[in-house]
Each structure stands twice: as C-alpha cells, then as structure tokens.
C-alpha cells in the first residue's frame, strides 16, 4: 500500500522561493512516475510537473517551466518541488500523486494517477 505525506507548504510574498516535499512510503519500481498537480479555489486540478523515478526524464507545465524544479532523494524515498519567483497565480493546494503505470501520453493527466497525498497549502501574497 502505497502513501505519500506532502510537506513544506506556507504564506510567503510574490518573487520569494519555497520547496515542498513528498514522502513515499514503501518500495516504488522502475516504471513509476510521480507528479505534483494543484488546485486552485474554483478551479479544476491542474498538472505542475512529474518525474519517473528511475528511469528519468522531468516534464513541466508551461506555467511553471522555468520557475519550479522537480526532484528526488532516492535514499529517503522523497520528491521534491523547488519553486521561485513565485507568482499570485501559484496560490494552490499543493499535491504529489503516483502513477504505477505511466505512459508518456498521459503523464499530464490528473485521472491517470493510482494514490495522492493530503496536499499541502501554498499562499503567495502582494
């Protein structure tokens, strides 16, 4: 059974930096890929980034291309979001989810992943 505990959330002010965590719990194969997405009030999830976790290759949403970076500490079974300059528009509840069979096509896609964390809450003020 696979969980992961998302962390590292908070306020902070336009053009500051912050980085979230995402713990997994247990073994994760070859063919895994683990995403970040966020929600926004009023708005549906939306994709922010992936990584598979062995084989790699990042992808990114356009909105955040540039500006976040996905990661992993293989020894801690962690993933990481770093995330600069932020914007207004980032504000959003923060999520990592897995995917135990990825396929490039639908790495983007919310629906295609098997387990999600709790979420962690990102504030970003004027």
């Known amino acids: 059974q696979v969980q992961l505990v998302e962390s590292g959330g908070g306020l902070v002010q336009a053009g500051d930096s912050l980085t979230l965590s995402c713990a997994v719990s247990g073994p994760i194969n070859s063919n895994t890929a683990i995403g970040w997405f966020r929600q926004a009030p009023a708005m549906e999830r939306e994709f922010v980034a992936a990584?598979?976790?062995?084989?790699?290759?990042?992808i990114y949403a356009d909105s955040v291309k540039g500006r976040f970076t996905i990661s992993k500490d293989s020894a801690k079974n962690t993933v990481y979001l770093q995330m600069i300059s932020l914007k207004l528009e980032d504000t959003a509840v923060y999520y990592c989810?897995?995917?135990?069979?990825?396929?490039?096509?639908?790495?983007?896609?919310?629906?295609?992943?098997?387990?999600w964390g709790q979420g962690t809450q990102v504030t970003v003020s004027s």
């Open positions: 989810a897995i995917d135990r069979s990825p396929i490039l096509s639908t790495m983007r896609i919310a629906s295609s992943y098997d387990y």
């Open positions: 990584l598979r976790w062995r084989m790699g290759g990042s």
